[in-house]
């Protein structure tokens, strides 16, 4: 679970930079609140649609969610 841990803090940090919260980011990504903090937790991955919102949400490149993770 070490790559959820991994996506969970890049997300954060992602999230944090663009001044967003949980809630608005999630409006952005058409997810629920519940599921960007179960994802920043690092208790659970993201589908690839999902990630390429997420992405697009935050102003990331979907390489820069998925920093670190080998």
Not at 38 to 49: K, T, V, Y
Not at 54 to 64: H, I, K, P, S
């Amino acid at each position: 679970m070490e790559a959820a841990k991994q996506f969970g803090r890049n997300l954060h940090a992602a999230r944090r930079q663009a001044g967003m919260t949980q809630d608005r980011l999630a409006a952005e990504a058409f997810t629920h609140r519940a599921a960007v903090s179960r994802m920043e937790n690092g208790h659970q991955l993201p589908r690839l649609d999902d990630m390429l919102w997420l992405a697009a949400g935050t102003g990331v490149q979907v390489r820069d969610l998925l920093q670190g993770i080998a």
